[in-house]
T-cell receptor
Framework: EPEVTQTPSHQVTQMGQEVILRCVPISNHLYFYWYRQILGQKVEFLVSFYNNEISEKSEIFDDQFSVERPDGSNFTLKIRSTKLEDSAMYFC??????????????FGPGTRLTVL | GQNIDQPTEMTATEGAIVQINCTYQTSGFNGLFWYQQHAGEAPTFLSYNVLDGLEEKGRFSSFLSRSKGYSYLLLKELQMKDSASYLCAVNLYNQGGKLIFGQGTELSVKP
């Protein structure tokens, strides 16, 4: 069964460093998302992406964050200068549709980011 | 603002039935999802409701009342492996497919 994959599974970085989290969405999906989950807290929406553009972003997704689809398969989240509070599990998700009909999002296994 | 409420935790017995409630106050409702999340893992899709009524899928059923801003997830014939967090999430219309999640309900199934 097709699935979303993410690399790395765990990333440890120093505060102020840049990190890139990678995702390979399901191949026939057109809509891509990043969410994060701080330990013990709820899953929070960061950004959605379609047709090489950001569709929607949350207040969390400030200038330190960016997303890119550098080729036909990868979808990346970059954090330019990490802060301690960026430590969280980051989930990538994808879906076939967005606004109409059953548009369940399939989640990848996540990247645990630890900022020291 | 957007608000989704679920009980924090529930306990049930193996073989029993449990109902997990979710109430929501959001703008631009475009469907409600239930996800299951085991500790340290990704959310996995369980069910979807966009119209009022009951959706049944094996041991899992989900109900929606849009006028009341209310949904529940019903789990029958509970198994130990059903111990997990159950997340209620609302899809917002015309907001890029954004899902707003509740805090999740931690279900413990005991023998």
């Amino acid at each position: 069964e097709p699935e979303v994959t993410q690399t790395p599974s765990h990333q440890v970085t120093q505060m102020g460093q840049e990190v890139i989290l990678r995702c390979v969405p399901i191949s026939n999906h057109l809509y891509f998302y990043w969410y994060r989950q701080i330990l013990g807290q709820k899953v929070e929406f960061l950004v959605s992406f379609y047709n090489n553009e950001i569709s929607e972003k949350s207040e969390i997704f400030d200038d330190q964050f960016s997303v890119e689809r550098p080729d036909g398969s990868n979808f990346t989240l970059k954090i330019r200068s990490t802060k301690l509070e960026d430590s969280a599990m980051y989930f990538c998700a994808s879906s076939t549709t967005r606004d109409r009909g059953r548009n369940e999002q399939f989640f990848g296994p996540g990247t645990r980011l630890t900022v020291l | 603002g957007q608000n989704i409420d679920q009980p924090t935790e529930m306990t049930a017995t193996e073989g029993a039935i449990v109902q997990i409630n979710c109430t929501y106050q959001t703008s631009g409702f475009n469907g409600l999802f239930w996800y299951q999340q085991h500790a340290g893992e990704a959310p996995t899709f369980l069910s979807y409701n966009v119209l009022d009524g009951l959706e049944e899928k094996g041991r899992f059923s989900s109900f929606l009342s849009r006028s009341k801003g209310y949904s529940y997830l019903l789990l029958k014939e509970l198994q130990m492996k059903d111990s997990a967090s159950y997340l209620c999430a609302v899809n917002l219309y015309n907001q890029g497919g954004k899902l707003i999640f509740g805090q999740g309900t931690e279900l413990s199934v005991k023998p």
